[in-house]
């Protein structure tokens, strides 16, 4: 496997799932692979799960991981081709990929879309540059339009969870103060699409989902009538995708409090578990006694981070 982005990346879904049951099972079996080997882990933004859980991942592949904190720990970087660099950004891109790239074996980035200019996130801007100019296998770690490791572990934890042979997933946007990126939908979109789940996507008028990742994705306007008989809720806020209205991108249209996901709307589901990718904003996306209950399953979904992190890098690994 050379990159991570998207569902594609992984190729067989089943035979990936039956990997991380593996990993899970028998973690350190694969500490060979990682001997001497070197995986960087390049952040420009925050992260707790992600940081964490890729390093643990990195630790029992026996890699060293580096972590570098864009900003705090190293000099600010420019992203844009073409600028005069008479601001704060100290160094470009263009040079400090190679150096990065130079010191390890795989790279994953996290680089969260700015939310200003669609074309600049939806191309993936700052990720393909380190394609192109770091020349190793490159894993988003949540990048502008997608968020592939965690997308991969809600799949994981559906698999262990779920009751039915083809479980009714339903994804539903909910209210957050702060503008968000479209990253956690899209590849939770992507990843559903191709799993054997009935999927069905819930958002107010204006939010609906690029097409690349909303795929054939059943859209109920009515939230909760999308809800009724879901055996999993996986519950998102997300900025306009600006798919209607380009002139929308990344602005918030709707704080309607009504949207937050609470027992009234598990209430219409099949004794739904509640899911989230975490951090959350109790109250607003989720309420407390939903996520405290025992249908909840952030804790197992966080934790099996680490497990889908392993599965990609031992297949980076096993392919270098
Ligand atoms: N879910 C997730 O990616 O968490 P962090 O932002 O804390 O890494």
């Known amino acids: 496997m050379k990159s991570f982005f998207h569902v594609s ?15 899970k099972a028998t973690p350190f079996a694969w500490k060979h692979l990682g001997q001497d080997k070197t995986i960087m882990l390049v952040f420009f933004n925050s992260s707790l799960r992600t940081r964490l859980s890729s390093q643990k991942a990195a630790l029992n592949l026996g890699m060293n991981p580096i972590v570098l904190n864009i900003g705090q720990d190293s000099w600010k970087l420019e992203t844009e081709m073409g600028v005069v660099m008479d601001g704060d950004k100290s ?3 263009r040079e400090a990929i190679p150096v ?9 980035i996290r680089s969260f879309a700015g939310l200003k200019d669609r074309e ?6 700052v990720l393909r540059q380190f394609i192109e100019y770091g020349g190793k296998p490159v894993i988003s770690l949540e990048s502008a339009t997608v968020h592939p490791c965690q997308a991969f572990a809600d799949l994981i934890t ?17 209210p957050h103060p702060r ?12 990843w559903m699409n191709a799993a054997e789940v009935d999927f069905v996507i819930t958002h107010p008028h204006g939010y609906e989902l690029d ?12 939230q909760m009538k999308a809800l009724e008989g879901a055996d999993f809720v996986y519950a998102k806020n997300w900025s306009c995708p600006g798919v209607t209205d380009p002139s929308r991108y990344g602005q918030i249209l709707s704080t309607d409090m009504g949207w937050t996901v609470d027992a009234r709307h ?22 407390d006694d939903v996520i405290d209950s025992p249908r909840s399953l952030v804790i197992p979904e966080a934790a099996n981070r680490a497990v889908s992190a392993q599965v990609v890098m031992k297949r980076m690994l096993e392919s270098l």
């Open 9 to 23: 990346d992984i190729g067989d879904l089943g035979a990936a799932l039956e990997e991380a049951k593996q990993v």
């Open 91 to 93: 160094e470009h891109l």
């Open 100 to 108: 990065m790239t130079s010191y390890c074996d795989l790279i994953g």
């Open 120 to 125: 600049f996130d939806y191309q993936e801007t």
């Open 158 to 174: 559906i698999e262990e969870y779920k009751e039915k042979k083809r479980p009714k997933v339903v994804l539903t946007w909910a």
């Open 179 to 190: 503008a968000l990126p479209q990253a956690v939908p899209n590849s939770f979109a992507e």
């Open 211 to 222: 097409p690349l990742f909303a795929g054939p994705a059943r859209v109920e306007y009515d």
């Open 266 to 287: 598990m209430a219409v589901t099949d004794h739904a578990f509640f899911m989230h990718c975490l951090p959350v904003r109790r109250n607003m996306i989720v309420s």
